[in-house]
């Protein structure tokens, strides 16, 4: 790093160098007395409180409150009080997929880890998994069953329903993507005893035209076979399709190694995209499109790779590059993936990979992940408002809120004769139903999955339902006339349809395993294709354009938030965005052009407004690397009766989700949104300090495996020396167990898993939007995304800054780094602590102890990292956060072996050290040692792509004892290694895989050195 | 000195003591594998002896039916009654509806130990047996440390009679001094003065000194604030602890008496976290058919009839910042359970006997050896320790004493 010209930076206040963001890159804490609402606390007041604080210490004093200890009245045989079990389950929601193993505490769930066993999911877990526990204990959830807005029972619901079913003619059942086998015969029993019933099912998120060109099937994607990847605006590694899968593949293809004879070739990623997504920042190369172009942009990567087609040419950067790099590998080890919901660009697309010999190898066999049928829903809401349906279902369905016909489906609902919904709480459609018969979550629920074909998977409950609810397949069967046991439903279709075989332990196996699946292993055919190309091209060149200078709408999904099913779930709203690091909100993000075009400044509301369409008010993100003259905003926000945290959170644009490529007008309101978007990147700055990421790119790495990194000098009286040769410590001893991290910065794609992983099983509190802007996040685990881009030569940027705003923030590329509790052996916190209240143990950990700490804040002032965080407020108990930590039910997510932490204390990663206690124990009960990688830590467990691997740094069998010995000569870094403070976490240099001749024009020569810079250390040397 | 002396002497006895008993208790338990089994799995319900009690007495019961059948009956009574085996239905039917706990997961091994110590046990003559958990020994070392703390107070006393001694003393002193300078006292005055009066008026002189009232404020301020720092240390300390319990269990009767393993009841105590207070089912083992018509037994039957667990009340609370785990300090460490929690086997109400305080804690891991014998995870630590020349490790060798240990 030390060696280019790049210029690394969090946001665009940084590359400005804007006052409130210099002022507050120097101080740790913000001014507090920004946002507050006036007030403040009165000598009377305070005289009061002091008062009664002090009656109500020595009350407390007198005598200690009774506690009670209540016992099991039968125990059951395998819970036992303080032992957590585990239960393998399923997450499914829609036609999101993940296998699971759910941690129990005392009968309730408390934490999701990923099950290893599951041939899809392989182990990892994304956020939306990791929050769904939190939203099992939602208090606004529906207590019972509703009919007409009020509370009724289940019998009289069944006979009402039942008997209107009877009468009715055109009975409508509307899903979303259903998953499960065994529900699906359910629907197909209701259907038997109700013939006029149409199953129509949809996705919110949907991927129809992509199913149309295969048959109606989804096609399955394996990238980790594909030596050169070519995404045309699919954003698979953060919101398309299986993103949790697909980020497994593609890391796959990423892992270099830098040991005797590993891996150091790399899969080529390219990257065509309007918006700044995930799959954007983690390309080799980037080039940016319209979506207006994105048609022509598949037909003629199709000509450039010897396909014919009639239409225009676009000139997109690097698109012939790619087409090259396509033309020159082995066929069938390239994929070309759009994420187009356009039929004929899809065509294209599967034109495109048949030329190139993809069918079989790198798209082989179907998926069902998405069943949704556009069409299908289309035919529904157009019969629903001209009053041809008499009864109409829905389950896991809300098409009030995310359909594109949302409005025209509100305004129908009461005409029709029977309207019920499965929902869990009475939101947008449901509330317009008469019956709601509420489903219960799948923690608590019995189920199926069949994510592939051949590929099963149990849902098990792991609590009993918590209120009074009923799984929604009961509810089918009961109303058709058959015993409402979903439990034995499913057991007897398992053996009649999946196990075949009665065999009760084959059944046990499958609950215990989570999973059968008889397919692992096999490579399954190509899937077909349906189309006509030239009918497709023809539409491409009619819809597409390949010069447009108008003002462009896209709607995009965003990683933790997704469609917004999940959106009163606080964690989710609360994890910062991986590109954008904004929680809280949706907004309108326009790339810096743009906004000057415009005339619009960050957190300026604007008035976004398309034909025909409702206008809404959105405040301005200005996101480096969008194209310019577009206009995104994200899908999932905007809800309106989800619950207290989602309500009234951005704004909906599930209506203009088919308008992504139409004109949009953009008009200052002249207002500035209150407090501004809540965006985390650049608090708790690491200030002007160099070595933190260290990149190279793949030729120079093939070279020399320690291309790209940085060996600071200290300057002495005898030269200069490193670091550690000068230490004024004495170091920790750690000779039984030295637990560390390494993260592989070539494999992190910024997903964030691992913060809401953390966030579960650390009892991490939620803010608010509030507290984020007057940067208070609590978060233990940030993921730090930096842009990166040439920097310009100093005489011009200090005459043209505008312009080199605009350059530097047109397309950049992007770095995640994790970015946690470094564990330092040479410790900063440690030593200004002057409680003693954080140590240091013989094992390697920076220990916090929270019940000592006063709250002096000395020590996340002296932390290089700033990864420590304080609490402010009693976040548990205080109104001002109405979130899970507040209600009774909220709280039974708490990990019990985990503190809560009080107001006043910092706190901050501990390495999991529950974990690593518990891991000790079990191995001392066992009388053995502790296994090779026995411990994990819950952001390493739940990282789907292997970027996080945390260990025994002594144990020679361990992973991180190998992956270490192969890099110290090569990737491995610590970060800010100039201070010497020895982190037990280690970093692997980030591999771009680009030319040599690209990466001339950033490390420009190599070893010559910026003028500033060269400057700096020749003064060292002295 | 003579007390020093007094108290090195009891310890260096108590030492002995426990060091005597420590090495033949574990010479015993080799020995008695069986009587070990039989104590804490089945003694709960059998006497070894001809007594009925839940089940049948087990005097001779390798004569009533072989070996094989014994250990099948065992292993898996329910499915033998359900077979259809002759004796195990004849045998169900004299005790319904009371039927075997199974011990599945006992070897054979362990059964034919058990079967080998009845055998034994009533072949031999009345033996005496060793108290349950081990208390006797553990109560030595319980006193011992009773002791100490005995005599720190006794040394207290005696700085502070030593030091109302010398108070007087100097009180005297300053009397015979202002008598010198105020009065002849040689003169006929002094003489006419009556004691009382003097008396008084030495005290109203000495109340108007300021050195004196200077000293009487400063000892009144230091006695009060030792007397808050005191109050405020015992805040949260409830040594002694015995509140009255929503059924008069009585672990004298149980452990005491009858000598019924603590695992039977806390049964998580090798396991986990908590030791558990029993679930009602637990008590129902028994109390199926012993002492049923007991007013606190039938409190128990209304709690399963109502379906309403009983609310017992808690003795031993730490505070939730700290983490304690009795499968660490019982199952690995190897503790028995009268070393915190005192001689329970003869507490008619259980009572909090140690302070359960940090500093408490970690006295005893500063005392303690590490019980590393026949475990591998301790094996590097060993070695590492045993490099330092150092023959015993201490669990604060180990980092016992780290605040993550227990913080977290």
Not at chain 2, 331 to 355: D, F, K, W, Y
């Amino acid at each position: 790093m030390e060696n280019t010209t790049k210029r690394y930076w969090r946001g665009l206040e940084e590359l400005r160098n804007d006052p409130e963001f210099v002022k507050n890159s120097h101080r740790e804490f913000a001014d507090a007395s920004d946002i507050t609402d006036g007030g403040g606390t009165y000598r009377r007041d305070f005289l009061k409180m002091l008062g009664f604080g002090v009656a109500a210490v020595s009350l407390a004093a007198c005598e200690a409150p009774v506690k009670k200890v209540i016992p099991y009245l039968n125990k059951p045989v395998d819970v036992e009080p303080g032992v957590a079990n585990y239960y393998a389950s399923s997450f499914v929601d829609g036609g999101e997929y993940c296998s699971v193993l759910v941690k129990t505490r005392e009968g309730r769930p408390i934490f999701i880890e990923g099950n290893p066993l599951s041939g899809i999911s392989q182990g990892g877990v994304g956020t939306r998994v990791h929050a769904s526990v939190l939203s099992l204990y939602d208090n606004e959830k529906l207590k019972e069953p509703h009919k007409g807005g009020k509370k009724t029972e289940w019998e009289t619901l069944d006979k009402e329903v039942a008997a209107a079913l009877a009468k009715s003619q055109n009975i409508r059942l509307v899903t979303g993507t259903v998953l499960s086998p065994t529900t699906k015969a359910v629907i197909e029993a209701f259907k038997a005893k109700y013939p006029s019933t149409v199953h129509v099912s949809y996705d919110p998120a949907s991927a129809y035209g992509l199913t149309q060109v295969h048959g109606g099937q989804l096609p399955a994607f394996d990238f980790s076979k594909a030596k050169v990847i070519v995404s045309l605006d699919a954003d698979f590694l953060g919101t398309w399709i299986s993103p949790d899968e697909f980020a497994k593949q593609w890391a796959a293809g990423r892992k270099v190694s830098s040991g005797k004879g590993g891996n150091r070739q790399m899969s080529r990623h390219y990257d065509f995209s309007s918006i700044m997504s995930l799959t954007a920042s983690n390309a080799d190369y980037r080039g940016r499109l319209k979506p207006s172009q994105l048609g022509l942009v598949a037909s003629t990567l199709l000509k450039l790779i010897g396909g014919s087609a009639s239409t225009a040419d676009v000139k997109v950067e690097f698109l012939e590059k790619a087409a090259k790099d396509l033309k020159a590998a082995a066929p069938g080890s390239t994929l070309v993936v759009s994420g187009s919901n356009d039929a004929n660009v899809q065509a294209v697309v599967a034109e495109i990979n048949k030329l190139l010999g993809n069918y079989g190898t790198t798209i082989a066999g179907t998926a069902n992940y998405k069943q949704g049928n556009d069409d299908a829903f289309n035919t529904f809401a157009t019969e629903l408002k001209a009053g041809k349906v008499d009864a109409v279902i829905f389950y896991g369905a809300n098409p009030v809120y995310n359909s594109p016909r949302g409005k025209e489906i509100a305004e129908a609902l009461p005409n029709v004769k029977l309207s019920v919904s499965f929902a869990d709480r009475a939101e947008e459609t449901a509330s317009l139903c008469q019956y709601i018969a509420p489903d219960s979550h799948f923690l608590e629920s019995w189920g199926d999955a069949e994510p592939k074909p051949g590929y099963f998977s149990i849902i098990q409950p792991t609590i009993s339902t918590i209120f009074n609810t009923r799984q929604a397949q009961s509810s089918l069967l009961t109303w058709a006339g058959q015993n409402g046991d979903f439990y034995e439903f499913l057991k007897k279709n398992w053996a009649a349809t999946i196990l075949k075989t009665n065999s009760k332990e084959a059944w046990n196996k499958a609950v215990y395993d989570g999973v059968f699946e008889p397919a692992k292993g096999t490579t399954p055919a190509a899937p077909s294709t349906t189309y006509d190309l030239l009918t497709a091209l023809g539409k491409v060149s009619g819809t597409y354009r390949a010069n447009s200078d108008k003002l462009e709408f896209i709607a995009y999904e965003k990683v933790g938030m997704g469609t917004g099913s999940q959106a009163n779930n606080p964690w989710l709203q609360e994890f910062p965005d991986p590109i954008s690091k904004a929680c809280w909100d949706n907004y309108a993000t326009l790339s810096q052009k743009t906004a000057e075009k415009l005339n619009v400044k960050q957190n300026d509301v604007v008035k976004l407004e398309i034909a025909g369409k409702e206008a809404i008010e959105l405040p301005v993100l200005i996101q480096p690397g969008q194209v310019n003259d577009t206009v995104g905003v994200a899908i999932g926000y905007g809800r309106t009766k989800a619950g207290k945290a989602a309500d009234g959170v951005g704004k909906n644009v599930f209506p203009w989700i088919n308008a992504t490529g139409a004109d949009i007008t953009v008009t200052p309101t002249g207002s500035t949104y209150k407090w501004g978007i809540a965006q985390t990147q650049t608090h708790n700055t690491v200030m002007a300090r160099e070595s933190v990421v260290q990149e190279t790119v793949l030729a120079k790495y093939q070279e020399n495996a320690q291309a790209g990194r940085f060996f600071p000098k200290v300057a002495t009286s005898e030269g200069a020396k490193a670091p550690n040769d000068i230490t004024l410590w004495n170091g920790h001893k750690k000779n039984n167990h030295s637990w560390g991290m390494v993260i592989d910065l070539n494999l992190c794609t910024g997903c964030g898993a691992c913060v809401v992983a953390c966030q579960s099983e650390n009892n991490v509190p939620v803010v608010g939007r509030k507290e984020v802007v007057m940067r208070r996040e609590m978060h233990w685990i940030r993921i730090d995304r930096y842009y990166s881009s040439v920097q310009p030569k100093e005489d011009e940027s200090v005459f043209q800054e505008l312009k080199t705003l605009e350059l530097a923030s047109e397309n950049p590329e992007v770095v995640f780094q994790p970015m946690m509790c470094q564990h330092c052996s040479n410790a900063p916190c440690e030593t200004v602590c002057p409680v003693l209240a954080t140590t240091h143990s013989n094992e390697g950990l920076n220990q916090m102890t929270y019940n000592r700490c006063i709250g002096t804040r000395y020590c996340a002032n002296n932390c290089p990292y700033k990864v420590r965080r304080f609490n402010w407020f009693k976040y548990f108990d205080e109104d001002q956060f109405p979130y899970h930590f507040n209600n009774d039910l909220g709280k039974m997510v708490i990990n019990p072996e985990v503190t809560v932490r009080s107001r006043g204390v910092m706190e901050k990663c501990s390495f999991c050290v529950q974990r690593i206690q518990a891991g000790k124990l079990s191995a001392k009960r066992e009388r053995r040692s502790l296994y090779a990688n026995e411990v994990k830590a819950a952001c390493s467990a739940s990282c789907a792509t292997g970027a996080i691997v945390f260990g025994d740094m002594n144990n020679p069998e361990s992973d991180i004892f190998k992956i270490l010995a192969d890099e110290k000569e090569g990737r491995a870094f610590t970060m800010l290694e100039e201070i010497n403070v020895l982190p037990q976490v280690n970093y692997l240099t980030k591999i771009r895989n680009k030319d040599e001749a690209d990466a001339q024009a950033i490390h420009k020569g190599g070893h010559e050195k910026p003028k500033k810079e060269a400057h700096k250390h020749e003064k060292e040397h002295a | 000195m003579i007390k020093r002396a007094l108290s090195y002497f009891l310890w260096a006895a108590t030492a002995i003591v426990l060091t005597i008993w420590s090495s033949t208790s574990s010479f015993a338990q080799d020995s008695a594998k069986g009587e070990k089994l039989f104590t804490q799995n089945c003694a709960s319900c059998h006497n070894v002896g001809e007594q009925k009690l839940i089940g049948p007495g087990l005097k001779g019961v390798d004569t009533r039916h072989d070996e094989a059948w014994l250990i099948k009956w065992i292993k898996n009574p329910a499915g033998m009654v359900a077979s259809g085996d002759e004796a195990a239905v004849k045998l169900y039917d004299q005790f319904k509806p009371t039927m075997m706990t199974a011990f599945g997961s006992m070897s054979d091994d362990d059964i034919k130990s058990i079967l080998a110590y009845i055998k034994e046990k009533n072949a031999a003559p009345e033996p005496t047996t060793g108290p349950t958990g081990g208390g006797g020994g553990q109560a030595v070392a319980a006193a011992a440390g009773d002791q100490s703390s005995g005599f720190f107070s006794v040394v207290l006393v005696a700085l502070l009679v030593v030091m109302i001694l010398m108070l007087a003393a100097l009180l005297g002193i300053l009397g015979v001094l202002n008598r010198l300078s105020s009065v002849d006292p040689n003169s006929p005055e002094a003489e006419k003065i009556p004691f009382f009066a003097r008396l008084k008026e030495n005290a109203g002189k000495l109340g108007n000194s300021p050195a004196f009232r200077t000293g009487a404020l400063l000892l009144f301020v230091l006695l009060a604030g030792k007397a808050t720092l005191d109050g405020m240390y015992g805040i949260g300390i409830h040594q002694g602890y015995a509140p009255k319990q929503p059924i008069a269990f009585s672990h004298k009767l149980h452990a005491g008496e009858y000598k019924i393993d603590c695992n039977y009841c806390h049964t998580g105590v090798n396991k986990g976290k908590q030791a558990n207070i029993p679930s009602a089912n637990i008590c129902m083992n028994c109390h199926n058919s012993v002492k049923a018509s007991s007013p606190e037994i039938q409190k128990i039957y209304r709690a399963i009839e109502k379906d309403q667990p009983i609310e017992w009340i808690r003795v031993h609370n730490l505070p939730d910042l700290a983490y304690f785990n009795h499968s660490q300090h019982v199952n690995v460490g190897g503790l028995q359970c009268q070393q915190c929690h005192g001689e329970v086997q003869t507490m008619e109400v259980i009572e909090q006997r140690s302070t359960l305080t940090m500093g408490w804690c970690i006295d005893c891991h500063r005392k303690t050896n590490v019980n590393s014998k026949d475990n591998k995870y301790y094996d590097k630590l060993v070695e590492l320790h045993a490099s330092k020349g150092v023959k015993e490790m201490k669990v604060a060798d180990i980092g016992g004493l780290e605040c993550s240990k227990c913080h977290y």
